[in-house]
């Protein structure tokens, strides 16, 4: 397996601009976790899902952000409108038991 | 929910020199523990775990404590090379199958 697998890698975006990242994670995990990452704030759970349903979106900050997982292979983080302070590094992980924890890359996000 | 504080943020150590990372929690009703490795620009990385029913796990080089009644474990690092220069994340786990990490450690190993 590939591990999961995150795009883009990179994105550099202006304020006001819609944000789409991507995460395949691995087969046969049945629980898929978006994380954000920055120096203030460290690794923030963002919101999780198992078999492909929301359980918990209580650490998405703002109306702003929403996440889907319309199959147990693809899952999106959208941010619209995106604003500067949303520049992070934002992390898909999967996991078979939602404990041990396989990360993606990440996508380096930029709101200029 | 589960609070983790970790310390030091920043360790600096000589090559060879022994390094200890430690962490406590809140929740009585946790009982899962692992360390991740995040070295820079990369993705955190699972090392070492540790449940509640067991004090001490090793793995060559790296061991893990865990002290329940007071609530804290630690990461124990021995014989320290400069590839173990990283940050290390605790965690721990709480009652909505999520995990709760700390705050991160930077660990610099000088040669």
Redesign the interface.
């Known amino acids: 397996d590939a591990g999961v697998i995150q795009s883009p890698r990179h994105e550099v975006t202006e304020m006001g601009q819609e944000v789409t990242l991507r995460c395949k994670p691995i087969s046969g995990h049945d629980?898929l976790?978006w994380y954000r990452q920055t120096m203030m704030r460290?690794?923030e759970?963002l919101i999780?899902f198992?078999n492909n349903v929301p359980?918990?979106d209580s650490g998405m900050p703002e109306d702003r952000f929403s996440a889907k997982m319309p199959n147990a292979s693809f899952s999106t983080l959208k941010i619209q409108p995106s604003e500067p302070r949303d520049s992070a590094v934002y992390?898909c992980a999967s996991s078979f038991d939602?404990?041990?924890?396989?990360?993606?890359?990440?996508t380096q996000l930029s709101v200029l | 929910g589960e609070n983790v504080e970790q310390h030091p943020s920043t360790l600096s150590v000589q090559e060879g020199d022994s390094a200890v990372i430690k962490c406590t929690y809140s929740d009585s009703a946790s009982n899962y523990f692992p360390w991740y490795k995040q070295e820079l620009g990369k993705r955190p990385q699972l090392i070492i775990d540790i449940r509640s029913n067991v004090g001490e796990k090793k793995d060559q080089r790296i061991a893990v404590t865990l002290n329940k009644t007071a609530k804290h474990f630690s990461l124990h690092i021995t014989e320290t090379q400069p590839e173990d220069s990283a940050v290390y994340f605790c965690a721990a786990n709480s009652g909505y199958s999520t995990l709760t990490f700390g705050k991160g450690t930077m660990l610099l190993v000088s040669p």
């Open positions: 629980y976790f460290g690794l759970l999780y198992n359980i918990d992390f939602s404990e041990k924890l396989f990360f993606g890359s990440g």
